[in-house]
């Protein structure tokens, strides 16, 4: 009697172990993602209107596509240009880029933001309007938001160059922490030495001054003392006052940069060795707080 209770315990058994799997998978099914659609856990980038330079256009856009990974198409047929921002022309970032445009924009209302001048900076030559723009309920700034998450690096320009220093600071903890585009040994900042490798594009260059001179009000920034033929960088007089209203701690006087560590960027094209004349002061930035520092250049390294 015994040994046939055991039996029928088992077969009791039997019946439920069954669905106490079925109950097991289904609970997993609900906790579970697909490796492809991870949640997005970047935080968002906050974005402050610059009253005093800028304007927000009164009515929200609504987009329909990222036709790249700077340009927005809105269901209204117009495309819309993200300001401020570069792609590099490396083999991962401008799809990676594109991809992640695609998801925070398309089907959101959006705002739009451009310069208070009318007379320039709103419309680029082909004819698309220039934006730094926020979308979606959680208001997402989109440049802040590529800048910190390395798919995008800062590029302003003397009409757009609003919001130049909060870029610059996303830029630099992204690069800090080798964070999409930045993790690629191509797209990590020149040197003085390597200038030359990418003459005629646009670069990114770290480096010591070697010596601040001065012609015709111009100033000039070389890294050695062979200023004929090493990287070198332009400063036209005009910009000379615009230096002291820049909004950097601490201030950045031109003309007392010998010795000190900088970061630029623009065009770099042939001027007695590669060379950057610079357009617009955010284009400079002293070098603070680095954890790998910037090596100085060598004269004998540069002859």
């Known amino acids: 009697m015994q040994k046939i209770g055991s039996l029928f315990f088992l077969f009791l058994l039997s019946l439920v172990a069954p669905w106490d799997g079925m ?13 492809d659609t991870k949640p997005d856990n970047l935080q968002i980038v906050p974005f402050t209107i610059d009253l005093k330079r800028e304007i927000r256009l009164p009515t929200p856009i609504r987009i329909k596509k990222a036709i790249s990974p700077t340009l927005l198409l809105s269901d209204t047929g117009q495309i819309y240009a993200l300001t401020g921002i570069d792609i590099p022309d490396d083999t991962e970032t401008a799809v990676k880029t594109q991809t992640q445009l695609s998801e925070w924009t398309e089907g959101q209302k959006c705002t739009v933001y451009q310069t208070r001048s009318d007379k320039s900076g709103r419309i680029n030559r082909m004819n698309q309007i220039l934006v730094h723009i926020t979308c979606g309920k959680e208001n997402r700034w989109i440049q802040g938001s590529l800048i910190s998450k390395g798919l995008a690096r800062v590029r302003t320009t003397p009409e757009n160059k609003i919001h130049s220093i909060e870029m610059l600071d996303l830029e630099e903890q992204a690069r800090k922490n080798k964070t999409g585009l930045w993790g690629l040994q191509m797209n990590r900042p020149l040197t003085p030495l390597t200038a030359r490798q990418r003459m005629d594009s646009f670069g990114i260059v770290e480096g010591h001054v070697y010596a601040v001179s001065q012609n015709r009000n111009a100033i000039f920034l070389n890294f050695t ?18 230096f002291s ?24 094209r042939n001027y007695n060795g590669p060379y950057i004349e610079m357009d617009h002061v ?16 060598k004269d004998e390294q540069a002859n």
């Not at 031109?254 to 970061?263: A, D, F, V, W």
């Not at 070098?287 to 250049?297: E, L, S, T």
């Open 23 to 35: 109950l097991s998978c289904q609970a997993d099914d609900t906790v579970s993602t697909h490796p």
């Open 225 to 242: 003392s062979d200023w004929k033929t090493d990287f070198s960088i332009g400063i036209p007089s005009k910009l000379r006052k615009d």
């Open 245 to 268: 209203k820049l909004r950097v701690n601490p201030p950045i006087d031109p003309m007392s940069l010998k010795g000190k560590p900088i970061r630029i960027r623009g065009w770099i």
């Open 282 to 297: 955010e284009q400079l930035e002293l070098i603070k707080n680095q954890k790998d520092p910037v090596p100085k250049v």
